[in-house]
């Protein structure tokens, strides 16, 4: 079974990747096992496309996993800043940390070790040593979910814990042993160029004559779609509390939970009243108040309604304490900020 696997998709792939598949991304580029792991966490959740600029960036900031360890958390999330799912920048600094004092900063290379550190799940650990050259060992992320519930002929969305466990179970099956690198970069360059989720291009794929969804004509219904529930829509004031100095107040987030660690600006529920808010924290008097125009903005689970308000105090803050400070639009360049908190202050 297993010879017959390598020799209708594993081998087709090899071929076709030697052809057309991506051998210039900057992680390609005097990679080393440290750049594949930044760049398997920046492309969870994130297209290539889009990680690229960050990636070149992080990389030139910190070069090695000293560098990254010894940084400040703040460097790390500004450069992460609009890139989403800021986890993935706690959970690098973190992991660059545990390496640095329990692995004597040598990063590791077994799937138990990897698999350890916050941030890499059992995808991602494959990837990193199958990339990196080291062992043969499967990957299931969004893109080679896609192939092999399409190329299979899998039914069932891969949130059921059986469509899971048969996905794994091909893609161990399929990885071959020999020249697996470039085995796992083609089945990812095949997810991301050729068999895309929409419209795949499925003439010019070197497996379609064994693909199932493809023989049957079925590729738009594979892989089966999840049930979307409606998302919920969350309304909450964005307070620029605005001084006479022209200073403005910003908040640091908790580390958990939506923008973690980012400076954002102070929030209030629209529920609640926002200037009863102000003056429980300020002494200052009120000169103004004046609304902005509303932004929308969606994550995985809810919508957020975001409601700029500008209210306008009397005289300057004196910053109390680090989790609550005043800034001006110069010493804002360097702060880790959300997309849509940095549209708001550019707007002011
Ligand atoms: S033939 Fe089409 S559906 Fe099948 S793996 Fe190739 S691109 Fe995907």
Not at 16 to 29: C, E, M, S, T, V
Not at 66 to 77: G, Q, R
Not at 114 to 123: A, E, K, T
């Amino acid at each position: 079974m297993e010879q017959d696997y390598q020799k209708i998709i594993s081998k087709p792939l090899l071929k076709w990747w030697k052809a057309h598949g991506r051998k210039d991304l900057p992680w390609q580029k005097n990679s080393s096992i440290y750049k594949t792991w930044i760049s398997e966490i920046m492309l969870q959740q994130t297209q290539v496309i889009t990680a690229i600029d960050y990636f070149e960036r992080f990389i030139i900031r910190f070069p090695n996993l000293k560098t990254l360890a010894e940084a400040n958390m703040d460097d790390v999330l500004f450069l992460w800043s609009g890139l989403g799912y800021y986890s993935r920048a706690r959970n690098l600094h973190t992991s660059a940390n545990i390496i640095k004092n329990d692995f004597r900063g040598r990063f590791p290379r077994d799937l138990e070790a990897l698999i350890s550190l916050p941030g890499i799940g059992p995808s991602t650990a494959g990837a990193i040593l199958s990339l990196s050259n080291i062992e043969p060992r499967p990957i299931l992320d969004g893109n080679v979910k896609r192939v092999l519930a399409r190329f299979f002929g899998i039914h069932g969305h891969y949130s059921e814990s059986g469509v899971n466990k048969k996905l794994w179970e091909l893609s161990t099956l399929i990885t071959p042993k020999e020249d697996f690198a470039n085995y796992t970069q083609a089945i990812m360059d095949l997810g991301a160029t050729v068999c895309l989720p929409r419209n795949p291009n499925c003439r010019s794929c070197p497996c379609n004559t064994d693909c199932f969804a493809y023989q049957k004509d079925l590729s738009h219904i594979l892989p089966t779609k999840k049930i979307s529930k409606k998302k919920k829509t969350i309304a909450e004031y964005f307070l620029i509390i605005r001084f006479e100095d022209e200073s403005f107040i910003l908040e640091k987030r908790h580390n958990q939970g939506i923008w973690g660690g980012l400076w954002s600006l102070p929030q209030v529920n629209t529920k609640e009243d926002p200037l009863k808010w102000c003056k429980n924290v300020f002494n200052n008097s009120l000169i103004g108040t004046k609304k902005l125009e509303v932004i929308r903005h969606s994550f995985s689970h809810y919508h957020l309604e975001m409601h700029p308000i500008e209210i306008h105090l009397r005289g300057h803050y004196k910053n109390l304490n680090n989790q609550m400070k005043s800034f001006n639009r110069n010493n804002i360049h360097k702060l880790g900020l959300p997309a849509p908190i940095k549209i708001i202050i550019n707007s002011l």
